[in-house]
Nanobody, 127 residues
Framework: QVQLVESGGGQAQAGGSLRLSCAASGRTFSTFALGWFRQAPGKEREFVAAITPSGIQTNYADSVNGRFAISRDNAKNTLYLQMNSQKPEDTAVYYC????????????????????WGQGTQVTVSS
């Protein structure tokens, strides 16, 4: 298991930028694929982005591709989500998650495949 804590949420104007961070505990951080998900009011949680353990391969939802960038620093046990050109529809609680098993070399988009979750951080984008 990996313990995850998100930070960096807040308010932004449409067209603006925010960077989310997700700090993880444990010495096995670098062996897990990681992902970002979000849940808007009244909607189900949805996939945003994922990254392989090495950070070489990434995967994005169509709605954020080209605007958001996922990255990780395994030396710092930290996952990031750089959000640019934000839109009001990006307003949601954002969650980081660690894949259920170690040494998976994909960047999966399926929520049920993730076994550890952070508590979430609110992002609000106004027009």
């Amino acid at each position: 298991q990996v313990q995850l804590v998100e930070s960096g949420g807040g308010q932004a104007q449409a067209g603006g930028s925010l960077r989310l961070s997700c700090a993880a505990s444990g010495r096995t951080f670098s062996t897990f694929a990681l992902g970002w998900f979000r849940q808007a009011p009244g909607k189900e949680r949805e996939f945003v982005a994922a990254i392989t353990p090495s950070g070489i391969q990434t995967n994005y939802a169509d709605s954020v591709n080209g605007r958001f960038a996922i990255s990780r620093d395994n030396a710092k046990n930290t996952l990031y989500l750089q959000m640019n050109s934000q839109k009001p529809e990006d307003t949601a609680v954002y969650y980081c998650a660690a894949y259920r098993y170690r040494y998976n070399y994909n960047a999966p988009a399926t929520e049920s495949e993730y076994g550890s979750w952070g508590q979430g951080t609110q992002v609000t984008v106004s027009s």
